[in-house]
């Protein structure tokens, strides 16, 4: 089974706090994703990457940072973490574009 | 604007019955639609649709694509308290990424 793993299931931080969000994928994909999910709004895309050192804005990658240095990690970081910035946070990964996503457990973040 | 869209946003249901949950969509080149069950923890992948006409079934659940009119719908017969969740529908169009819809609540009631 393709297993993505999230660090952190609860993180709580403060307002200004720098946080980083980490992801492994152990199936050797190219493809990697950061999400947020808050209600009513469904899932929206942070960022990407297709490959190590490759990344792409999403829909709303403001107040967001990300880095890939291993084909196998994804780690999303909030240079200043603002309150707006609390909401579940799902890392996906998959072979190809267009084929189904396999989802890590998500990072519930509470920033106070 | 690519927009995926869902209904009802939430539906409370009793053991037993059969729900109807709607997905439609706006895209430019339309590649894929598919359907997520998220629990408490991360969403699990149900179907993935390319076709138009062609019933893909899991089960009680099963759920059709017309790319004619832009839409897919789920269904769920015989409804159990475990099918209590959120559904995602996601559309991949060429070029892109996927667009998540809002998702449906589904409470399932004992």
């Known amino acids: 089974d393709v297993k993505v793993t999230q660090s952190s299931r609860y993180l709580v931080k403060r307002t200004g706090e720098k946080v980083f969000l980490e992801c492994v994928q152990d199936?050797?994909?190219?493809?990697m994703f950061w999400y947020r999910q808050d209600p009513g709004l469904g899932l929206r895309l942070i960022y990407f990457s297709y490959d190590v050192k490759m990344k792409e804005k999403g829909d709303i990658p403001e107040g967001y940072s990300v880095s890939r240095e291993k084909k196998e990690r994804f780690s999303l970081i909030l240079e200043s973490a603002s309150t707006n910035q609390t909401s579940m946070y799902l890392c996906?990964?998959?072979?190809?574009?267009?084929?189904?996503?396999?989802f890590g457990s998500g990072t519930r973040l509470t920033v106070v | 604007e690519d927009k995926v869209v869902q209904s009802p946003l939430s539906l409370v249901v009793h053991e037993g019955d059969t729900v109807t949950l709607n997905c439609s969509y706006e895209v430019t080149n339309f590649r894929s639609l598919l359907w997520y069950k998220q629990e408490k923890k991360a969403p699990t992948f149900l179907f993935m649709l390319t076709s138009s006409g062609i019933e893909k079934k899991s089960g009680r659940l099963s759920s059709i694509l017309d790319k004619k009119e832009l839409f897919s719908i789920l269904n769920i017969t015989a409804t159990q308290t475990g099918d209590s969740a959120i559904y995602l529908c996601a559309v991949y169009f060429h070029g892109q990424n996927f667009v998540f819809g809002p998702g449906t609540r589904l409470s399932v009631l004992p």
């Open positions: 199936m050797d994909h190219e493809n």
């Open positions: 996906a990964s998959t072979t190809g574009l267009g084929n189904g996503y396999t």
